[in-house]
Each structure stands twice: as structure tokens, then as C-alpha cells.
């Protein structure tokens, strides 16, 4: 290999030429757009539930008991269809992400962008404006396309197009919007739950970032990794030097041609995947997704009203408790954007391991202890669970959140990146609908012990993050072969000098990029 390419190899080198210009941060604002959909339907589905006008529209039995002068704390809320109108979305994002993957490689980040604001705005129509459950669940689905296009590409544009000492703080500008969206949820919900029909205007408001997205998109660039890869060299190195600012980017720019002259050699990603080399990427990338979700964050984010009204909070002061951890939500991955880059992804997922294990069984214990099936919470312990809740978010903001989401966009090489990706999105997706559909019926069954449930999931993440998580912090995308899976203790043993092989093959048909 070449000086060029050997100087990447040293997480603590030095970056390539450039800077971070207005421009990147103009395309990263408006590609994190994208999180702010998701985010946003995460945060206005609980509280959209929760709503009497919803209930009564689509729902009555669940109202009626919800109104039960002895209704059961625990199971008030338990009903399938109910949980339907939330988890559909995510069971058609499962799906849409494979097709997701495809666009991203034949027509570039950037128009798969575009596809995603245009799904989530025709489902936005359906779902707020529905007259029947059959069609808001359509528009679920729609959304659901929305989430499954933006998820698989809107990470993979932010790493592609950050500067490598910067990769982390700009990656999680996505999840950041994504917690930005969940805020902005609560608060329209918190509006809309005075007014009559409400609902319908909180399901509206989320074609307002879908907009911004699409109309958005139209003033950003491609990656010039996706140019690069799809055959159009030198409008990616001018790109290049755009988003770098200087004219001396050669260095980034051969490694960026490399690593897609050896992507060329796998015509068949999907199968490439199945090799044994590609094995640490995608166990990883499809466990952090499992984990992410069975902390038990989603059920919190999903139903947050929901549950603040199981512990005994008015159906106001529920939706005003749900603001205040979304506001936690939001500071709290602002922290993992400053740290991330400095302390590091592994230190970050540990120590938040500790934190959530802690204040969801403090919160488990309470229940027990407290809560009954009928009655409420004493307000003094009502207090301690929003406070363990918020100390619970928290850590999962600044740690698995967007780490879910950062780590498997830079760990996979590029010749099966989109298709490892969209590996991680449908993993994402398939757990989100479980936890979405079943979240309110294990409520229901297992009571208070499902806080004990996710504490349990907890221990096995931390365990895993402990063992088999290498750390990424500071080196090139491209370069992540060789510095992190072939020096890492455990994965090094799958790589047999395939990439070797490839890389000859390579050198003997561009011998100038060696």
C-alpha cells in the first residue's frame, strides 16, 4: 500500500486536508431533518393514544375503560388495534429499508432522501385526516416508508460527508433532530390535548419537517462517495473540495476512489455480507439495534403519557411530564455530541449501561411496592419515578441513541455499506414494532416487573459493549478494516486475507492508486 493510504491506519493521525465549512453544516441541518420526522412520530404517537377525542374516534372500547370507575392501572391502554396505530409504521420502515438500500446505491444519498420526505408527507395526509382507523393505519404505513428511506440514508450522507476528526459530533446531529422531533411532539401534544379533535392537528404538524426535508435537499450536494462509487469521479472530487473548503484534497479523495475500486470487485453485496469477513460489522450493527430498543426507551417514548397517567399524573400533567424528559432528551445528546469525538464511543456506552440499570430498577421497585392495580402513587414517589425517568433518558441520549445509529455508518466497508446498513434500519425497525405492539400488553401482564424485564436486557448489553465493541473514534471510514476489526482481540479471526485478494486485484488494475 501506498504512503497515502498508510497514514489513515493510526486512529490518532492526522485528518485529511479541510475544514468544516458553512456548507457541510447547511447539508447536515437539513439532512437531519430526517431525524426530526422520525422523532417526531416517536413523540406525538403516546400522546396522541392518550387523547379522549382519539379514543372515542377510533377507539371507544379502550375509552370506555380508560373511563372505568375501576379501571386497572396497568391494562387500561391494552388493546392490539391501539397498538397497531403506532407499531404499523415500523413494520413498513423494516421493509422499506432494504428497498432504501438499493436507491442509495443506484441513485445516491440524496435522492433517497427526497423519496423519504415525500412518503412521510402523503402519509401525514392520510393519517391526520383519516375518517376511518383502516385509513390512518395506510398512512402509518406511508410514514413508515418515510422513516425506512430517511434511516438508511441520512446517517450514511452524515459520515460520508464529515470531516473523519468530526465524523461522531455530525452523525448525531441526526439523532439529535430525532430528539428535537420527540420534544416538539410533546409540546404540540400538550397544546392539542385541550382542543377539540387535537389529534388531527398533532398527526399535521409532522409533514412540517417532511417539507423541510424535501424542499431542502434541492439547495445540498451528493456525497462524493456516492458519485465516486456510481462512476462520476470528477464531479465527486469537485464536491470534494466544496465541502472541504480547500483545493488539496487528494489524500481523502484516492482513499475515497480505493476503497470504491475494491467495492467494484463485490458485485454482490448482499452476499458479500454472508462471508465470514463481514461478520463483525453486521453482528454488531444488528445487536445495537436489538439492544437499543430492548433498554426499554421506545416503550417510555412511545407511551410516555400513558405511563405517567398509570403512576397516577392527570391526563395534563402526564403530557407536561413527558416535555420535561424530552427536554432531557434533547440537552442530553447535545452532551454526546460535544464527547463523543473526545472520550469516545465505548466509554460512553458503558457508563450510561450503569445508569439505566440503576433508575430502572429503582423505578420497577417503586411500582411494586406502591402501585396497585387500581389507586394511584403517592406524589412524593409519583415524583422519584419522573426524576429516575429523566436520569434513565439521559443516559440513553448520550450513549446508545445515537451510538445505535453512528457506529454501524462507520464500521462497514464500503463495498457493502448500504447494504450492512439497511441491515441495522430493518433490525432497528423489527424491534421498534415489537416493543410497539407489545408494550402496552406486557404492561398489562407483567406489571411493574417489565421495568426489571428491560434492566435485565441491560446487564447483557453492557456485558457485549464490554467484550466485542471496538473503538472508532478518529479513524477514517475507509480505513476501519485494518485499524479496528484486524487488531480487535475477538474479530481479527474472521478476516483470512479475502480483502488482501481483492486489494491485488486492484492494484493490478489501478496501479496508480497504490
Known sequence: MAPAMIISNDPDSPDFDGKLTFFVMLCVVIAACGGLMFGYDIGVSGGVTAMDDFLIKFFPEVYERKKGAHENNYCKYDNQSLQLFTSSLYLAALVASFVASHSCNRFGRKPTMQLASIFFIVGVCLSAFGGNIETVIVGRVLLGCGVGFANQAVPLFLSEIAPVRMRGALNISFQLFVTIGILIANLVNYATGKVHNGYKISLGVAGIPALMLGLGSLLIVETPTSLVERGKIEEGRQVLKKIRGVDNVDLEFDSIVHACEIARQVTQPYRKLMKRSSRPPLVIAILLQIFQQFTGINAIMF??????????????????????????????????????????????????????????????????????????????????????????????????????????????????????????????????????????????????????????????????????????????????????????????????????????????IHPHLT
Not at 439521559?394 to 463495498?415: D, H, K, M, R, V
Open 303 to 508: 407511551y410516555a403519557p400513558v405511563l405517567f397517567q398509570t403512576v397516577g399524573f392527570g391526563s395534563n400533567a402526564s403530557l407536561l411530564s413527558a416535555v420535561v424528559t424530552g427536554s432531557v432528551n434533547v440537552l442530553s445528546t447535545i452532551v454526546s455530541i460535544v464527547v463523543v469525538d473526545r472520550a469516545g464511543r465505548r466509554i460512553l456506552l458503558l457508563e450510561s449501561c450503569v445508569q439505566m440499570l440503576i433508575t430502572q430498577t429503582i423505578i420497577g421497585i417503586i411500582l411494586i411496592k406502591e402501585l396497585k392495580p387500581t389507586g394511584q402513587l403517592p406524589s412524593s414517589e409519583a415524583l422519584v419515578v419522573v426524576v429516575m425517568v429523566c436520569i434513565y433518558v439521559a443516559g440513553f441520549a448520550w450513549s446508545w441513541g445515537p451510538l445505535g445509529w453512528l457506529i454501524p455508518s462507520e464500521t462497514f466497508p464500503l463495498e457493502t455499506r448500504t447494504a450492512g446498513y439497511s441491515f441495522a434500519v430493518s433490525s432497528n425497525m423489527l424491534c421498534t414494532f415489537i416493543i410497539a405492539q407489545a408494550f402496552l400488553s406486557m404492561l398489562c401482564k407483567m406489571q411493574a416487573g417489565i421495568f426489571f424485564f428491560f434492566a435485565a436486557w441491560i446487564i447483557v448489553m453492557m456485558l457485549f459493549a464490554f467484550f466485542f465493541i471496538p473503538e472508532t473514534k478518529g479513524v477514517p471510514i475507509d480505513d476501519i478494516v485494518e485499524s479496528v476489526w484486524k487488531q480487535h482481540w475477538f474479530w481479527k479471526r474472521f478476516f483470512d486475507g479475502e480483502e488482501e485478494k481483492i486489494e491485488k486485484k486492484v492494484e493490478m
